[in-house]
């Protein structure tokens, strides 16, 4: 944990929200959004099995389906989602609200659908939003990762699409960032941030 000098907003916790689309960089600029506020990155409870690397509530809070079916009737989680109709993956309420508490900021990476689950259960968190520079920049960096067939890489960039088009639509967020440039953006999303964090301590 880090001291005064990190650049923490000690007295305006802050829930952020950073969402984008595949191949966008929107975990390496919420990475280095971490780094720059000392911020936290939540924990998501899952039901899926655990894998030998991983460990339970480092990676991921691993419980039992039962246990995560309670989990949302009691309204224990900010947003939660069933992937592929089989595993489950939810943001715990509670160490988000006392970390907030605690003045820190709080980074979740999730996708519009957790997004606007978010805007709903906590109406405070400030939501950002990454694109690409374009269509063709963006099927350029899937490709450039090299990890699907072109096939896959088109499905990917459709969904991305697909998307950025519900962002828009939803209302949800606050602020889009174009990722042009990974520095610049980073420092933009920052900016964002440390606004949107000092208004909310001058607001009595």
């Known amino acids: 944990m880090g001291g005064a000098s990190t650049g923490r907003q000690s007295d305006s916790g802050l829930l952020v929200v950073i969402s984008g689309p595949s191949g966008v960089g929107k975990t390496t600029i919420a990475r280095a959004v971490q780094q720059r506020f ?5 924990v998501s409870a899952t039901t899926r099995p655990r ?19 309670s989990m949302i009737e009691a309204g224990e989680l900010l947003e939660y989602a069933q992937v592929f109709g089989r595993d489950f993956y939810g943001t715990p309420r509670r160490p988000v609200e006392e970390a907030i508490a605690a003045g820190r900021i709080v980074l979740l990476d999730i996708d519009v659908q957790g997004a606007i689950q978010v805007r709903r259960t906590m109406p405070d968190a400030f939501l950002i939003f990454i694109l690409p520079p374009g269509d063709e920049e963006l099927l350029r960096r899937l490709r450039a990762r090299k990890r699907d067939d072109e096939a896959a890489i088109r499905r990917r960039f459709e969904e991305a699409k697909r998307e950025i088009d519900r962002a828009r639509e939803s ?12 520095e610049q953006a980073t420092r933009e999303a920052a900016a964002l ?3 949107r964090s000092a208004d909310r301590s001058t607001t009595p």
Do not use: C, K, M, P
């Open 171 to 182: 209302g949800a967020y606050d602020a889009f960032v174009v990722n042009d440039d990974l």
């Open 193 to 195: 941030i440390r606004r």
């Open 38 to 42: 000392d911020a936290l990155f939540s």
């Open 51 to 69: 894998s030998d690397q991983e460990r339970d509530g480092v990676d991921y809070h691993f419980v039992g389906e039962d246990a995560f079916r």
